[in-house]
């Protein structure tokens, strides 16, 4: 069971950008670092270069301005990503932004969790709507081999803590491993239990620096499905949606799963997204590698028009199909743009 195209929000105003093919683009992501305080090995290699020690990234108040620049055009939602966002101390302050703009109805975080502690009440108070936590797996040794970090019980102990504050809507992302992490499935499971959590089981993507995708551990949707029903007999198919494809429940349990077929199936046709790189790219396309830059618009202060052209711009020259343009051509990592 699943719908079509559902996850824009209805917010009976009609957007303002609409690429070439009639998809209205609603969402944006925001990377706001290209740095992080792990090194997933499917993300980034050990040395992963310091983008902002030759472009520095988007400042405070150019960020606010995207933001404001994007409300103007009809954008409703804003995910603040990275890198790491909460490696960045304003961001709370740019949550705060975010919510405060007309016209934004949602603002959601993706984090590896790792300085939640930090923030949880601050980004609680700001109003965030709802946030994404990364982890990949519930077992200590196996968390530090994944993120070559040994930031398992901070980290574990940050998801306890959100899920028992019921302050924010929690979705954790889950990248399944074939040989590394798919055993663990049960465990992640059980999270949804006695939480109104969403676990998202998702495919591997070639945006690896490190190659990973070429060992043999990508774990497909289909496999991640026959798992689900094998070890859980009685789980029932929920409605899914155009990113969580596929929806499961357990009968008496308070959260959801969800299996996103992020490379298996071709998401295009629903597409919503526009993208901002942390050096101030606008990328209409997850397979697009160059984008339009903001940056020197930002930095010579230059009108919201001419910043509101650039956007046009970019979502004018939004694929149809991006994934099957890029044919095997792939940024090196996905820190760069965010997920
Ligand atoms: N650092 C934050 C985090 O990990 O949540 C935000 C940025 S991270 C790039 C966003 C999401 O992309 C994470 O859920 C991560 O697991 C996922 N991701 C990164 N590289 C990936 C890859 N090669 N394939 C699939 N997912 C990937
Ligand atoms: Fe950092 Fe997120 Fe990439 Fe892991 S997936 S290395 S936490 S940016």
């Given at each position: 069971m699943r719908s079509s195209c559902p996850d824009s929000l209805d917010t009976g105003k009609k957007?303002?950008?609409?690429?070439?093919?009639?998809?209205?683009?609603?969402?944006?992501?925001?990377?706001?670092?290209?740095?992080?305080?792990?090194?997933?090995?499917?993300?980034?290699?050990?040395?992963?270069?310091?983008?902002?020690?030759?472009?520095?990234?988007?400042?405070?108040?150019?960020?606010?301005?995207?933001?404001?620049?994007?409300?103007?055009?009809?954008?409703?939602k804003i995910r603040f990503t990275g890198g790491e966002p909460l490696l960045r101390s304003d961001i709370v302050e740019?949550?705060?932004?975010?919510?405060?703009?007309?016209?934004?109805?949602?603002?959601?975080?993706?984090?590896?969790?790792?300085?939640?502690?930090?923030?949880?009440?601050?980004?609680?108070?700001?109003?965030?709507d709802a946030l994404n936590f990364s982890i990949d797996s519930l077992e200590s040794e196996r968390y530090h081999a994944i993120t070559r970090r040994n930031e398992f019980e901070r980290?574990?102990?940050?998801?306890?803590?959100?899920?028992?504050?019921?302050?924010?809507?929690?979705?954790?992302?889950?990248?399944?491993?074939?040989?590394?992490?798919?055993?663990?499935?049960?465990?992640?499971?059980?999270?949804?239990?006695?939480?109104?959590?969403?676990?998202?089981?998702?495919?591997?993507?070639?945006?690896?620096?490190?190659?990973?995708?070429?060992?043999?551990?990508?774990?497909?949707?289909?496999?991640?499905?026959?798992?689900?029903?094998d070890r859980f007999p009685d789980i029932q198919q929920t409605e899914g949606s155009s990113t969580e494809f596929f929806g499961f429940r357990l009968p008496g349990y308070k959260g959801s799963i969800a299996v996103i077929p992020a490379f298996t199936r071709n998401f295009c046709s629903c597409c919503n997204r526009i993208r901002i790189t942390s050096d101030g790219k606008v990328i209409s396309c997850l397979y697009e590698k160059e984008g339009f830059n903001l940056l020197p618009l930002l930095r010579s202060n230059s009108d919201h028009e001419a910043l509101a052209d650039v956007f046009r711009s970019a979502v004018a020259h939004k694929p149809e199909d991006g994934k099957h343009a890029a044919g095997n051509s792939f940024r090196a990592s996905m820190s760069e743009i965010g997920g």
């Open positions: 957007s303002l950008l609409v690429d070439t093919h009639n998809r209205p683009v609603e969402y944006a992501r925001i990377s706001v670092t290209s740095q992080c305080n792990l090194r997933c090995t499917y993300c980034m290699r050990e040395e992963h270069e310091p983008h902002e020690s030759s472009v520095p990234s988007l400042k405070k108040h150019e960020i606010k301005t995207i933001i404001d620049v994007l409300a103007g055009l009809g954008i409703t740019l949550v705060e932004h975010a919510k405060n703009t007309e016209g934004i109805r949602k603002v959601t975080m993706t984090t590896n969790g790792l300085l939640l502690d930090r923030y949880l009440q601050r980004l609680t108070d700001a109003g965030l980290v574990r102990a940050n998801l306890s803590k959100i899920l028992a504050s019921k302050s924010i809507r929690v979705k954790v992302n889950v990248v399944m491993m074939r040989g590394i992490n798919c055993e663990e499935m049960a465990e992640f499971v059980g999270l949804t239990r006695e939480d109104p959590v969403t676990v998202r089981f998702m495919e591997l993507q070639p945006f690896d620096d490190n190659q990973i995708w070429r060992t043999g551990k990508f774990f497909g949707a289909d496999k991640i499905r026959e798992m689900l029903h």
